[in-house]
């Protein structure tokens, strides 16, 4: 019989194990959330501190409030108006993450806003950064 383990925290116990530096980043709430009440944020404070948060020598977080995280109303009208004010929630995340990014050796995305921000986190990447260097140099 297989238990089934939340995802993320799972991998992160496993890659400490191994002896990486996990850094895990929060980033599916925003001021929105706390100002209509989302239920989401009843475990969530005062639990989490703003900024970067040293848990262990291998374990780290970070956690802000975006203005506004993207969120679908179910109304193709309505999201159609809302998009580009979505885009204020990959702007605030974008100078917060890339230091972070520079340094990492693995990413790992869950599903939801974190996938919108893919593109920042590819170019960010130490990796990508190396790459685009060696195809300048050739």
Request: net charge neutral.
């Amino acid at each position: 019989m297989q238990h089934r383990r939340a995802s993320l925290p799972w991998l992160w116990h496993h890659l400490q194990a191994q002896g990486w530096h996990v850094t895990m980043v929060t980033i599916g709430y925003s001021w929105l959330s706390r100002l209509l009440g989302d239920r989401r944020m009843e475990g969530v404070q005062p639990v989490l501190d703003v900024g970067l948060t040293v848990h262990s020598p291998r374990l780290s977080s970070v956690f802000g409030y975006a203005p506004i995280h993207p969120v679908s109303t179910r109304s193709p009208t309505l999201d159609a108006l809302l998009e580009p004010v979505h885009h204020l929630h990959q702007r605030y995340w974008q100078p917060r993450l890339a230091p972070l990014l520079a340094r990492a050796d693995l990413v790992v995305l869950e599903s939801g806003a974190p996938v919108l921000l893919a593109p920042d986190v590819l170019g960010c990447t130490r990796h990508h950064q190396q790459d685009a260097q060696h195809q300048r140099d050739e």
